[in-house]
């Protein structure tokens, strides 16, 4: 074991926390630490050093009665959309900057259950709204990976990149995330970390601040596949106060990695060759396939022909669902109110100055394709599209496949400010990842190499309804064929 | 049964108008919790007190239904002979307003859960017509702000916020301000028979929205103007009253009908224009993504059906058939669910076989009186339905006359609260004379102290009604005036 | 399709986002940059076709009527910016 604990994965810090070879109070000091050495990465917008050393404590005297939970005395990271009793909440938007809840989401309130302990909250895209980290309303958040030779400062992929460049900085053992359109697994991919956005009713939403409800689903951003397997069976489960989410039992998805792939039949997308992409993801996604192949899945390829309308159909189901998800933001019960000259100059003046540029176009774009005489032009025709993309993946799993190979994303991360003006091309990060939410399939992405220029590259597996447990084995079996991802050294510390 | 008579037709300067009106009834569900929490429906509450986090719209939180509020939809549409929608949703009608805290109401837009239906309403106990109703569906109440505390500030409570309406929406049957009250009324007793809401329009529980319009007879529908919030059944006639003369002087001026949104003052006896409602609204409805389709099976259908109380329709007809009541005696009695059971408790009071029109009379005449100036329902009096079934066996059996009963009844009203009729009849000597030697003796003392009156009456016949009440008089009332009577046409020779 | 400025600024009052003048034409081209983008929808063959309602094909589960909530007046208005008695106070609002 290294001197340093913050190297241990953490299947490793776990074990060595049962064993008692390390105490959890020391391994949450270490993070704490690193955390303070990488303020210039704007990972963390709130941090709980207090809350963080007495959860240590307890998980100590826990660990020490042989009474420890799945997740004793394990640092993690929260994204800043679940709200934490107690713990300021802002969802990255001034709107909500000073917002403190009274409560507790039930994905979070299960990793505390299991005895996790949380450090901070994590910066994100405002209301998870961004493919970059550039919308928080705090600032974007600073990968911690970079070109080599190069100063130049990288996008983490958003929303959850705050979450994604923690866990790869090594700030904490893993992360909770959230994914509408593939802000688990974008995030993921551009930082070298695991991300798995489970089946659309697998967590529970309840106490998460809501962006499309119809396609957001809670998730763990972790180092490896053992580790997400680990975070994913204490934020899954049924919560009677979701009435979207599903009563089906908890795998230990823990299992299922190491298992054997042999047999499995992985279905190749014809689709996802999109024009101009890069040759180096198309490396990337013929390298999956053989470490597949040589693991002893079969490979045949496959056509889900409504793919290039998912992007599309989610670009008006999303703002739609946000723009009345975020009415309640009104200066009324909580948040930012800007004083007006009535109730209804209140309400504009407070959304236009506590909403970023990206969630008022949003907002404006959902109220737009809603409203009447559009309404059947553009949100019916999109859930009809929806209903054709899911048709899609039903038919080839009908056919026998038991999961998809992609690419995670177009390309390798950009540079902060790269894509700013261009919201449409910002949109494109998304492509290869939308099309799960849109039909509410598991899907996880996972570190396949880098790119020419040395950045992460993942690949992504798109799984049947709620067999989260297939896409860890074959996760597992790119990851250990894969070259090992070996993460950034603290440049952000000297 | 179609009453089409011109006396409903209102008359104007220039010819007859007939007025068309169509109602929707929020009618408050009778549940224990909220439609989408768990939060109390108790009336008159501390503010924001009756509130869960789910009702004042905090970040996260999600909306969970409340199956007793399903079940109360469906057996209030079985009793509108209503379809029963197996498959119904919920949709979100979006506005701002700062007592709707999501910024959008919860309703049930596309496919409620009842559609098609009909209400048989009494315009006297011999006169009725039908209502067709359109569709009933449940939705979100909004939250109450007080506007009259402050000359700057409206204060916002959210107790109601969140408790089950079903919207009831009538076709446009009503042609009378008579009508619109009989309609209200009639609906307000099935919903009261059915125990899905108390009907309480003091307490809001019910409120119309009137929509009026007028036209020439035969003409196609005029404009409508929709008269808001209308709680009392007085007020809703008064509303169609002189929202008709309102739209009927306008015209006849030549002007034509604004479509609008009115509000009625009661105070002022006129509607007035909502100019805050005015500005076009665009609510935006699409499915609620946080709630899956509603669905049940015949089976839980078929339950609720069997578990039907009986109706005040079949109830009127069967005491009718039954005990042979007259229509009018039978609408007095089934007018309210409690009264109906009382009357019914009555009659079959062992030894059964009694003239239930009799047992009719006494609860719709003395016991009623009684009840009304003590400001109670019958059955909410101390008198029990024993005590009327004895009295009216007294009299049956000439134990007493029905003057004497009076008496008793009295009695039982006020100094002998407990006691059984029998007894006080005992107790106090207040059995009926037949003993004809006594009635012969008293009527020979009264034709011998007053020779004149002999003679008058033996003129003029009529003059026995004198000799009757002189021996009831002294006979303290307890001589059975049949054979008072008797005695009397024999001795005076008639 | 493609949107008017009239029609931006109807959206922003539906929405309640003040808009300032200069920002609005600028939004214009956004959101017609966005309409263009989804336009490529217009091509599929949706006849027939069901708008997806759920995405998962599981029946909704309900919640007994049982009162289990409220009662925490102090945490509801607790992030108010303007209270008084537990009220929430909001600039008055003429009817
Ligand atoms: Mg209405
Ligand atoms: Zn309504």
Redesign the interface.
Same mark, same amino acid.
């Not at chain 3, 029946?59 to 925490?72: C, F, H, K, S, Y």
């Not at chain 3, 945490?75 to 303007?82: G, M």
């Given at each position: 074991m290294t001197d340093d604990p913050t190297r241990l994965t953490l299947a490793e810090a776990r074990d060595a926390l049962a064993a008692r070879s390390l105490s959890s109070l020391d391994l949450t000091n270490a993070y704490l630490a690193a955390i303070e050495t990488a303020r210039p990465l704007n990972g963390f917008l709130k941090q709980t050093p207090e809350l963080a050393r007495a959860m240590a404590g307890k998980a100590d005297q826990k660990l020490a009665r042989g009474e420890g939970g799945p997740l004793e005395g394990i640092p993690l990271g929260i994204k800043d959309l679940y709200c934490t009793k107690g713990v300021t909440t802002t969802a990255g938007s001034r709107i909500l900057e000073n917002f403190v809840p009274t409560y507790e989401s039930t994905v979070s309130s299960q990793l505390w259950r299991d005895g996790a302990v949380m450090l901070g909250k994590l910066n994100l895209d405002e209301f998870a709204m961004g493919s970059s980290n550039e919308t928080s309303a705090f600032g974007p958040v600073v990968s911690p990976w970079r070109k080599p030779g190069s100063n130049a400062s990288l996008v983490p992929g958003g929303s959850s990149g705050g979450s994604a460049a923690a866990v790869a900085a090594r700030l904490c053992l893993g992360a909770t995330a959230t994914d509408t359109g593939g802000s688990i697994r974008q995030p993921a991919a551009f930082t070298g970390t695991v991300g798995i956005k489970p089946t659309y009713g697998r967590c529970s939403r309840y106490g998460i601040v809501a962006f499309a409800s119809s396609l957001d689903q809670a998730g763990p951003i972790a180092r490896n596949v053992r580790d997400a397997a680990i975070l994913m069976t204490s934020m899954a489960g049924y919560d009677p106060k979701d009435a979207t989410s599903v009563d089906l039992p908890v795998p230990r998805y823990e299992a299922a990695v190491g298992a054997s792939v042999r047999g499995k039949i992985i279905g190749i997308p014809k689709e996802y060759r999109i024009a101009g992409m890069p040759a180096e993801i198309e490396a990337l996604w013929h390298q999956g396939i053989e470490w597949l192949r040589d693991a002893g899945a079969r490979i045949v390829d496959v056509s889900l022909p409504h793919t290039k309308y998912a992007l599309p159909a989610y670009y008006i189901v999303a703002p739609a669902e946000a723009s009345s998800n975020l009415a309640r933001y009104d200066g009324v019960r909580y948040g930012l109110r800007v004083p007006g000259r009535d109730i209804g100059d209140m309400y504009g003046q407070t959304r236009a100055a506590g909403f970023g540029a990206e969630v008022r176009r949003r907002v404006m774009i959902g109220t737009y394709v809603l409203s009447a005489g559009y309404y059947d032009a553009y949100y019916v025709r999109a859930q009809k599209v929806r209903t054709l993309i899911k048709q899609d993946f039903e038919t080839v799993y009908a056919s026998g496949v038991d999961a998809l190979l992609t690419p995670a994303t177009p390309s390798a991360a950009f540079a902060i400010g790269e894509k700013e003006n261009d919201p449409v091309s910002m949109y494109l990060n998304d492509v290869f990842t939308v099309t799960v939410n849109m039909a509410g399939l598991p899907g996880i992405a996972v570190p396949g190499g880098l790119s020419d220029d040395k950045l992460p590259l993942g690949l992504q597996l798109i799984g049947r309804p709620f067999e989260e447990e297939t896409l860890f084995s074959l996760a597992a079996a790119i990851e250990q064929a894969a070259p090992k991802m070996e993460l950034p050294e603290p440049w952000w510390a000297a | 049964m179609a009453n089409t008579g011109s006396d409903r037709l209102l008359r104007g300067a220039t010819g007859d108008w007939e007025v068309v009106v169509g109602m929707e009834i929020h009618a408050q569900v009778t549940s224990r919790s909220k439609l989408f929490s768990g939060a109390s429906t108790e009336f008159g509450a501390e503010p924001n007190s009756h509130v869960s986090l789910v009702d004042a719209a905090m970040p996260g939180m999600l909306p969970v239904l409340n199956e007793a509020c399903v079940a109360q939809a469906v057996r209030t549409g079985l009793g509108l002979k209503a379809r029963i929608n197996k498959r119904s949703s919920f949709d979100r009608k979006n506005y701002f307003y700062p007592d709707l805290p999501q910024g959008y109401q919860i309703s049930q837009y596309k496919s409620p859960i009842v559609g098609e239906g009909e209400v048989t309403v009494d315009l006297t106990p011999t006169e009725q017509f039908r209502v067709g109703i359109e569709r009933l569906h449940l939705e979100q109440d909004a939250g109450k702000s007080l506007h009259d505390q402050s000359p700057t500030a409206s204060f916002v409570d959210l107790n109601r916020s969140g408790v089950a309406l079903m919207e009831i929406v009538s076709r446009p049957d009503i042609r009378s301000a008579d009508e619109a009250k009989a309609y209200v009324t009639k609906l307000r007793m099935i919903l009261r028979y059915l125990g899905t809401c108390d009907g309480d329009m003091e307490k809001g529980s019910l409120r119309a929205d009137v929509n009026v319009s007028v036209r020439r007879p035969g003409e196609p529908l005029g404009t409508r103007c929709e008269i808001k919030n209308v709680n009392s059944i007085r007020f809703i006639g008064q509303a169609v009253e002189v929202e008709a003369r309102r739209q009927i002087a306008i015209l006849e001026d030549g002007g034509a009908i604004d479509q609008e949104t009115r509000l009625f003052d009661p105070s002022r006896g006129e509607t007035r224009s909502m100019r805050s409602k005015e500005e076009a609204h665009d609510y935006r409805y699409f499915p609620d993504p946080d709630l899956l389709p509603l669905e049940f099976d015949d089976a839980f259908v078929e339950t609720l059906a069997a578990a039907l109380p009986e109706l005040p329709d079949a109830k009127k007809s069967r005491f009718v058939t039954q005990y042979g009541l007259t229509p009018y005696d039978a609408s007095v009695l089934v007018a309210e669910r409690e009264l109906a059971d009382y009357f019914e408790a009555a009659v079959a009071v062992e030894p059964a076989g009694r003239d239930a029109k009799l047992v009719a009379n006494w609860i719709t005449g003395d016991v009623a009186a009684f009840a009304n100036a003590s400001g109670r329902g019958v059955a909410d009096t101390h008198i029990t339905p024993g005590q009327v079934a004895e009295l009216v066996d007294l009299i049956a059996e000439g134990t007493i006359s029905g003057k004497i009963a009076k008496d008793v009844l009295a009695l039982v009203i006020r100094e002998e609260r407990n006691s059984k009729p029998r007894e006080i009849v005992e107790r106090r000597g207040l059995r009926q004379v037949t003993d004809t030697g006594a009635i012969e003796a008293a009527v020979d003392t009264i034709m011998a102290t007053n020779p004149d009156k002999v003679a008058q009456a033996q003129a003029k016949p009529t003059m026995l009604g004198w000799f009757v009440g002189q021996v009831m008089k002294s006979t303290g009332g307890k001589a059975n005036p049949q054979a008072v009577n008797d005695i009397l046409r024999v001795k005076l020779g008639l | #399709?493609s949107?008017d400025l009239p029609?931006?600024r109807r !959206?922003? &009052?539906? *929405? $309640? !986002?003040?808009?300032?003048e200069q920002e609005a034409s600028h939004?214009q081209g956004? !959101?017609n940059?966005?309409?263009s983008? =989804?336009?490529?929808?217009?091509e =599929?063959d949706?006849a027939d076709?069901?708008? #997806?309602?759920? =995405? !998962?094909p599981?029946? #909704? $589960?309900? $919640?007994?009527?049982?009162? &289990?909530?409220?009662? @925490?007046?102090d945490?509801?208005?607790?992030? *108010?910016?303007?209270t008084?008695?537990?009220?929430?106070?909001?600039?008055? =609002? @003429?009817?």
């Open positions: - | - | #399709m949107v029609t931006v !959206i922003a &009052t539906l *929405a $309640r !986002i003040a808009l300032p939004l956004e !959101i940059a966005i309409l983008f =989804v336009a490529e929808l217009d =599929v949706v076709v069901e708008p #997806m309602t759920s =995405v !998962i599981a029946r #909704m $589960r309900l $919640r007994p009527d049982t009162v &289990t909530d409220g009662e @925490i007046a945490d509801i208005v607790t992030n *108010a910016p303007a008084e008695d537990h009220y929430f106070v909001v600039p008055k =609002v @003429i009817e």
